[in-house]
């Protein structure tokens, strides 16, 4: 989802104003701002003023000010995370959208169209149109929202509170210990017994206990107070065997609720946790849920390794123990979820990030890449092999697949020859440092200057040698080695791509 979408033009100016504050390595003057965002002097005033007094309502300590040099800045009693104040405001301005005050009213209630209107003072069009913009953010879910439905949504239950979970996880940019309504019983965001059960009592970080939260309170809430219960579907059971955890229950026995009805929602829990908080799964039982999709006879079991192995094949690919497991657990997730669900995973891979420049360009390399991986997709082989499915479908899958190759093919090793001319020590210490910080799997002492990637010295080496060259002058200075180090990270954050 991107932000965009949910919160105006000049919100998203002044965010973006608010970052190259926060950001700046140098003073920030108004005709710095009018200049990088092509507005007017008295524009700027008037984001920046409102940018003051939406920070004076989030926070008691931070402020902006405009000093008597003439420049902004952003002062605070105590260190605060650059991250944490841009989503905070980022959340500040989602929350008070008009999107997102309809769709609380939306989940949290069962009013009609006019009441929700009424209690929000927006126009019936308002409303209707903020409904239209709803459901075209629910097609990738091949769901619909529908006041009049029971349960406010039309389709695949299991959808619904996926498309919920991540409307949820939008809204919330920072982490909070509840991130719904306060009227929510605490009961459905108690996570003891699914971290002492499910995850052997894993020490959760705050974002994961937020999205676990989450999570669940969607599960309890769809089907204790919406009476919306997921449906059987014993082939969707039968592919997710391995996920399960069968002493798990995801709440107490109730007279409301059949005991089938509970083993089903704590059976298909498991998969909806794993499947979408990924790293909360330990490594261990990660290879052992894939150890039992291999010795198994299921289908999609063999067109996960299938697909493994002719991407294997296609582009040369040789898997570690590790990292084979870790391929085999993500395409079986997606597979699952393509085969059962009709979710089209690519809205998961969007860059829907509201500041501009906040992730480096994508190099041509890469995207020439992600072609490959796509034409590999619509080969032959492929496509008869998996015949049930669309070649749009499929095409969702390159992006894990690009993810697999940048992991598998890792950067050649880098040979480096180093030359210092004030003392024989030295070439060692800098080599050892090196080696020291990137792994001798990827770095290389040599001494042949002719076959090296990259050559240190303390004295200019003209262009002898067509290759990178560092100029390191003194091996006392710290800042040179900082300066050596990020050089040769660049280097490798290259041939990542290329």
């Given at each position: ?41 008295n ?5 920046t ?14 402020k ?5 040099d ?31 005050l ?6 949290e ?125 014993q082939?969707?059971?039968d ?13 107490e ?24 908080i ?81 992730q ?24 008869d ?20 190759y ?93």
């Amino acid at each position: 989802m991107n932000l965009k979408f949910f919160v105006s033009n000049k919100e998203i100016m002044k965010i973006e104003i608010l970052n190259e504050i926060l950001t700046s390595n140098r003073r920030i003057f108004l005709k710095d701002l009018t200049r990088k965002f092509n507005v007017s002097k008295n524009s700027i005033l008037r984001y920046t003023a409102e940018l003051r007094d939406d920070l004076n309502i989030l926070f008691e300590d931070i402020k902006l000010l405009y000093s008597e040099d003439g420049n902004y800045v952003i002062t605070t009693k105590k260190s605060q995370d650059h991250a944490y104040l841009i989503n905070k405001v980022q959340e500040y301005y989602i929350k008070n959208s008009t999107l997102f005050l309809i769709l609380k009213k939306i989940l949290e209630t069962d009013w009609s169209i006019t009441q929700i209107s009424s209690s929000l003072n927006f126009s019936l069009s308002t409303v209707y149109a903020k409904i239209a913009q709803l459901n075209e953010f629910a097609k990738p879910y091949n769901i619909e929202l529908s006041l009049l439905q029971n349960g406010r949504f039309k389709g695949n239950e299991f959808n619904v509170r996926y498309f919920i979970y991540r409307l949820v996880l939008f809204e919330n940019k920072t982490n909070k210990d509840n991130p719904f309504n306060p009227l929510i019983s605490e009961s459905f965001i108690d996570i003891t017994n699914v971290n002492n059960v499910l995850l052997n009592k894993k020490n959760l970080t705050s974002s994961e206990e937020m999205r676990l939260r989450m999570i669940q309170g969607i599960s309890l809430q769809r089907l204790k107070r919406n009476h919306r219960p997921l449906e059987y579907d014993q082939a969707f059971l039968d592919d997710i065997i391995y996920f399960n955890v069968p002493e798990f229950r995801l709440f107490e026995s109730s007279p409301i609720i059949s005991e089938e009805q509970r083993e089903l929602e704590s059976f298909v829990f498991c998969f909806l946790l794993r499947s979408t908080i990924f790293e909360i799964e330990a490594n261990d039982k990660k290879a052992m849920i894939v150890e039992n999709y291999q010795q198994s006879d299921l289908k999609i079991a063999k067109d996960t390794e299938f697909l493994i192995e002719q991407f294997s094949n296609h582009f040369n690919i040789i898997y570690t123990d590790r990292i084979y497991e870790e391929a085999y657990y993500l395409l079986l997730i997606n597979l699952i979820y393509f085969k059962h669900t009709s979710i089209n995973l690519s809205v998961f891979f969007e860059n829907d990030t509201v500041i501009k420049n906040a992730q480096p360009s994508i190099p041509d390399s890469y995207t020439k890449k992600q072609a490959d991986i796509e034409l590999f997709l619509k080969t032959s082989v492929i496509r008869d092999y998996f015949s049930e499915y669309s070649e749009d479908s499929l095409q969702q899958l390159s992006h894990i697949l690009n993810y697999i190759y940048n992991v598998t093919k890792q950067p050649k090793k880098l040979k480096v020859f180093i030359q210092y001319s004030k003392n024989i020590h030295s070439v060692n210490l800098i080599g050892q440092t090196l080696v020291d910080t990137f792994n001798q799997d990827y770095i290389e002492i040599i001494k042949n200057p002719n076959e090296a990637d990259l050559i240190i010295s303390d004295t200019y080496e003209g262009k002898k040698f067509d290759t990178n060259h560092f100029y390191f002058d003194n091996t006392y200075d710290a800042d040179q080695y900082l300066q050596l180090l990020q050089y040769v990270s660049n280097i490798y954050f290259k041939s990542m791509f290329s």
